[in-house]
């Protein structure tokens, strides 16, 4: 009996903890797939020299929520 109620509590816990880092984890996608860079290009080499190509699926280099085009988003050093 004793085994029955701490598996009831441990699965109340681990569907607690499923839920909370599901809503972090939603911010954490926004926040990863927005460019923050200079710009967005469609090749690594079309970064300046100055910026390093980080692939973006989807670069969104305004934060406007559409993609600018291009997969590669060019970081400032």
Known sequence: M????????????LVLLIVIFSGKMGQF??????????????????CAEDENPIYLSGCDANNDGEPDGGNYCCMPT
């Open 2 to 13: 004793n085994v029955i109620i701490i598996a009831v509590l441990a699965l109340i816990v």
């Open 29 to 46: 996608r926004s926040g990863v797939s927005t460019c923050g860079g200079t710009k967005c290009a469609e090749l690594a080499t079309d």
